[in-house]
């Protein structure tokens, strides 16, 4: 395996801001993975799947890894039903295709999540969402190395502590994913979810999994940019959750507001909505702005500064703040 010194990162995150890493590697298995932190061992680290939920503002001065890990298998559980299929995806296979190998064979559980950027590793540190389905549930296992001690460690789902758009992977920086197996279904039938997919699927009297699929990219590509044209990393900001009495009070005013009532009695609301009504839907300043068709995404026309996208999510803050008192919390990760 080789190292290289003073690497440029622009191609590394999907908002293609340019930074340098003092040391970069490609590591190609495991046996690598660990060779890489036993060099450097007092190194600062950070590794990188598809670069689709970050950016950098400064150079890195540390040693970033870039995993090359791919591999899929199918493995049987004896101790479980036959309508349950477990497969172990290693961390470098792209999300999107081992979403559509599994619904080319009819197996369930994933296919909401279609057409997310990234690599299969990432999903779990972020917790990756869309359409009423969150990673978590199909989630059995993640395998990873500890950055300390070099050893593979096992978490179970618990043990992942999954949260919105969270995990014990994105808090601890200590794990690097080698591996998650995943439990689907051999069987599928559409549960109705998410209005945008419930509408594009209306004249379906009992959608397929395929027809779940294809109904997802159509809508996802009419409201998302292609980030190789516009670059971005997706959904920007976390989706807040309020009291209910801050809701009721901003329904009042705002009757559009989205508002789903949490177990725990808080509700959880919409950040594009209150980016839209604070004014900042198709805005733009200077080489960044918000996508017209979709708020909750920043977009960078020309920027090579991870700064000039800083100073937007803080306008952006501030307008949501002053209309509704309301903080947002970036999603997307900042270097």
């Not at 999907?14 to 340098?20: D, G, L, N, R, Y």
């Not at 809508?219 to 009291?243: H, W």
């Not at 959880?268 to 918000?290: C, N, P, Q, W």
């Amino acid at each position: 395996m080789d190292y290289y010194s003073k690497t440029q990162l622009k191609d590394y995150n999907s908002f293609q801001t340019e930074a340098i890493a003092k040391i970069f590697c490609q590591p190609k298995n495991v046996e690598e993975l660990r060779k890489c932190l036993l060099d450097y061992p007092n190194e600062n680290k950070l590794v990188i799947g598809g670069g689709n939920n970050l950016f950098f503002t400064k150079d890195f001065d540390g040693l970033v890894i870039n995993p090359q890990i791919k591999g899929l298998r199918e493995i049987s559980d004896d101790e479980e039903e036959d309508e349950d299929i477990f497969l172990e995806v290693n961390t470098s296979e792209n999300w999107d295709e081992f979403v559509e190998y599994c619904v080319v064979r009819g197996f369930a559980g994933l296919e909401n999540l279609s057409m997310i950027p990234g690599t299969v590793g990432a999903a779990p540190v972020q917790n990756i969402g869309a359409y009423g389905v969150e990673v978590k549930d199909a989630i059995r296992e993640v395998v990873a190395i500890d950055i300390e001690t070099g050893e593979s460690v096992s978490f179970s789902n618990a043990e992942c502590e999954f949260g919105y758009r969270d995990s014990i992977f994105k808090r601890t920086n200590r794990y690097i994913i080698i591996s998650v197996i995943f439990h689907l279904k051999r069987t599928f039938a559409y549960i109705p979810r998410y209005f945008d997919l419930n509408k594009e699927l209306e004249d379906k009297a009992e959608p397929t999994i395929e027809d779940v699929r294809e109904a997802v990219i159509r809508v996802r590509s009419r409201k998302l940019p292609d980030e190789k044209a516009l670059p971005n990393a997706g959904s920007f900001f976390k989706n807040p959750y309020i009291s209910k009495e801050q809701a009721d009070s901003l329904i009042k005013d705002y009757p559009g507001l989205p508002a789903y009532l949490q177990k725990d009695g808080m509700v959880k609301t919409s950040a594009a909505f209150l980016i839209d009504k604070a004014g900042y839907k198709g805005k733009r300043v200077g080489e960044i702005g918000t996508y017209p068709n979709q708020p909750l995404i920043i977009v960078n026309y020309g920027s090579a500064d991870g700064n000039d996208i800083v100073g937007f999510m803080r306008k952006v803050q501030d307008a949501v703040k002053n209309a509704f008192n309301i903080i947002l919390e970036p999603e997307v990760r900042i270097f």
